[in-house]
């Protein structure tokens, strides 16, 4: 499946803030055109996490991404072609995920892994077992996916943690593994955590490319017991070197990845 990327920050890695003017139509009309143009989720995002970035104070986060939320499920549940089409939120933070998920999101992409917020894998579990979800035949009983990203320190720090003894494949799936059990720990059954390598993320080039080469995705799913895969390599800065044109911000899913209404693939392509 393909996903979306609608950015509502103004200092976004991928399109610079173009879809972030403190506008909510602009937004949906933006998320509307991903889902026109075969997204089947939009990942909603009110932080940029690209590398140096700022950490934003919740409050700002909520004001950005609660009503896009909002707004851009009931404009999708208006339209019978796009009913079908998901929305994630992108955020660190559990009480904006939590409002989120209330908005109408039904997944949660984080990319912490849970490590950011103590709250976040808690907030995922009691989301999933919540009563008020499972009361709204629309959405069904407790299923909210969590996209648990591979990375190491912040946006301010990340770069500089870029170091791996040996093969950056075997060392990603450990890592990742770890955000598995955690999230095992917090009461999140493994069959809704969905698992994303995290390329540009406290990597360089030679690790990305590595991750991306023939047969190391394959590799990295199975080192993770079979999970779900969620794969972002669009607009990141060691794809330039390879003369790739920039196009809209898409994104996708890779095997497996249950629980995100029907997402049998997920791989992302930006």
Request: with cysteine.
């Amino acid at each position: 499946q393909i996903m979306g990327v609608l950015n509502v920050t103004p200092d976004s890695f991928s399109d610079g803030g173009a879809h972030f003017s403190g506008s909510v139509e602009r937004a949906v009309r933006h998320g509307l055109e991903m889902a026109e143009h075969g997204a089947d989720v939009i990942d909603i995002g009110g932080e940029s996490t690209r590398p140096g970035a700022a950490a934003v104070a919740e409050a700002e986060e909520l004001r950005r991404v609660v009503p896009v939320a909002l707004a851009l499920r009931k404009a999708l549940d208006q339209r019978p072609g796009l009913k079908h089409v998901a929305l994630s939120v992108d955020t660190r933070s559990a009480k904006v995920a939590e409002a989120a998920v209330l908005a109408g999101c039904d997944m949660v992409n984080d990319v912490s892994a849970g490590r950011h917020d103590p709250q976040m894998l808690p907030t995922l579990a009691r989301l999933n077992q919540l009563e008020a979800l499972a009361a709204d035949a629309t959405r069904g009983p407790g299923c909210v996916p969590f996209v648990a990203m591979h990375s190491r320190g912040d946006p301010t720090t990340m770069q500089r943690l870029a170091t791996y003894e040996g093969d950056v494949v075997s060392a990603v799936s450990h890592e990742l593994m770890g955000a598995v059990r955690r999230c095992s720990r917090a009461g999140l059954p493994r069959w809704l955590v969905l698992l994303d390598p995290g390329v540009g993320f406290a990597k360089e080039a030679q690790h990305n490319l590595a991750l991306l080469s023939p047969g190391s995705l394959q590799r990295l799913q199975r080192a993770c017991g079979g999970a779900g895969l969620l794969l972002g390599a669009s607009r990141k800065r060691f794809l330039a070197p390879l003369s790739l044109p920039r196009r809209s911000t898409v994104a996708g899913f890779s095997q497996g990845a249950r629980g995100s209404q029907g997402a049998d693939e997920l791989a992302e392509a930006r």
